[in-house]
């Protein structure tokens, strides 16, 4: 995968995940789905910040590992999501599609 395109795959995530965020701050949720929302808000950033690293340094490993965990927080956040029950739309939909996109990244990276 390109480094151009790796970073603009990690930047959809993280937009995806601010428009989660978003959707928090507007509602009333609480607990572990907005604990989680925060945890895969902030494992975007990192992932961004190791794609800048990572193409200076040429660090394939520590990029799967970033987006690996990524992917794992993406994951906590859609189980949060069906745990809490009655979750607003715009909610589900953006940590959905962070998810559909972390998996595909992850599935990407690993097949090299």
Known sequence: ???IEL???IDRVEQCADEAERAIQSGSVQGELRQSVDA???QAR?????????QQQGDQGRLREVVAQLEQASDRAMQACRN???VDPKLQQALQSAHDEASS????L???
């Open 1 to 3: 995968m390109q480094p």
């Open 7 to 9: 970073k603009q795959r």
């Open 40 to 42: 895969m808000h902030q």
């Open 46 to 54: 990192q992932a961004q910040q190791a794609c800048a690293s990572g």
């Open 84 to 86: 809490a029950g009655n």
């Open 105 to 108: 990244l992850k599935k990407q």
């Open 110 to 112: 690993q097949m090299g």
